[in-house]
């Protein structure tokens, strides 16, 4: 699980962990990962990690492998900016900062799905064959991208472009593919938003009219866990919103 020690992750795990999974706890916060996972107990562990670190990340994996065959990846970790095109008074985007949001984010996720799927190949595969799932996060900004979301919504784009040639690719093995798209979500990350701007964003909720719980995002995800038939989809989590310009 990366990003697993806040917000989408964090609850992610959580339910697995309820399921029974021992769950491997990737995030750069080696303060909250290390407190989660000793909540959690023997059925979790932490591994502090950069997920565009490709050293790093083979660490996490094979430390995940330790407690059995690596079958399920979860990829939460993320961040995201705000700065438009152009600016009003002229000057352009900053391209460290956009290549830096899609390092994270598109990179990032691309590096750990490949080194989790390269050893979920070596499992021995279960019913239908599977030998693992992988479930990547994108967001909403990938299809109704808003003002000053370029960099964030070009990121998640191309994780759900990722979505369908993955699973095509990781077929002939036997490991299923699928991404997330939500909406907006009551984390950490709206953890500066005042109460009068949160209840603006979820008046643009058609149903329910309220900001997403994370735990509606861990129990999707187990869903997609226990659906085998779910493979190559891009799944919208977001009560119908479709986000308006800004």
Do not use: W
Request: proline content about 4%; aromatic content about 4%.
């Amino acid at each position: 699980m990366t990003g697993g020690a806040s917000g989408l992750g964090e609850a992610t795990v959580r339910r697995l962990a309820e399921a029974g999974a021992a769950c491997t706890i990737l995030d750069r916060n080696a303060e909250r990962g290390k407190v989660l996972a000793t909540e959690l107990g023997s059925g979790a562990a932490f591994v502090e990690a950069d997920v565009t670190d490709p050293e790093q990340v083979a660490a996490a994996v094979a430390a995940a492998g330790e407690a059995g065959p690596l079958r399920i990846c979860v990829n939460c970790a993320g961040l995201g900016i705000a700065m438009r095109t152009v600016a009003r008074d002229g000057t352009p985007h900053d391209l460290d900062a956009f290549r830096f949001v899609l390092n994270v984010n598109l990179i990032g996720t691309f590096n750990v799905l490949r080194l989790a799927a390269s050893a979920m190949s070596g499992n021995e595969p279960v019913e239908d064959g599977e030998r693992g799932v992988i479930v990547n996060t994108a967001s909403v900004a990938a299809f109704d991208g808003q003002i000053g979301q370029i960099a964030y919504s070009a990121s998640k784009g191309g994780i759900v472009s990722m979505t369908l040639t993955a699973a095509r690719d990781l077929a002939a093995a036997g490991i299923r593919v699928v991404t997330v798209a939500p909406g907006t979500f009551d984390t950490p990350l709206m953890g500066f938003a005042s109460q009068e701007t949160k209840e603006g964003l979820a008046a643009n909720i058609p149903f329910p009219r309220r900001m997403g719980d994370s735990r509606e995002f861990a129990a999707l995800v187990a869903h997609v866990v226990d659906n085998t038939y779910l493979n190559g989809e891009t799944i919208r989590l977001d009560g119908a919103i479709r986000m308006p310009p800004k």
